[in-house]
């Protein structure tokens, strides 16, 4: 599975962004998500759905500011991300798998990372 991520940009804190990733083939197989590394920082989980859309997951800091999607007819996931923060400045990648979202979810299938950077 190829992903490719789009949507990254320069935005000023508060701002908003929307985060795209296309995969090469069919999705409804896959749970896929969005992880972020910030400058001399380590990769971190950002979000994940489930197969059909019914579940998603998000780390503490993007909750209720950042929403994950799917449409698994045109093979793409979103990431709604709203309320920026310069905290949020980080390469954003997004990754799938076919096994199941879990706590220690290392996902198969990476995609090439999208920068998003927020300024105060």
């Known amino acids: 599975v190829q992903l490719q991520a789009s949507g990254g940009g320069l935005v000023q804190a508060g701002g908003c962004l929307r985060l795209s990733c296309a995969a090469s083939e069919r999705t409804y197989t896959l749970v896929m998500g969005w992880f972020r590394q910030a400058p001399g920082k380590e990769r971190e989980f950002v979000a994940a759905?489930?197969?059909?859309?019914?579940?998603?997951y998000y780390t503490d800091s993007v909750k209720g500011r950042f929403t994950i999607s799917r449409d698994n007819a045109k093979n793409t996931m979103s990431l709604q991300m709203n309320s920026l923060k310069p905290e949020d400045t980080a390469i954003y990648y997004c990754a799938a798998d076919l096994r199941k979202y879990g706590s220690m979810w290392s996902p198969q299938y990476w995609g090439q990372g999208t920068l998003v950077t927020v300024s105060s």
């Open positions: 759905i489930s197969w059909a859309g019914g579940n998603s």
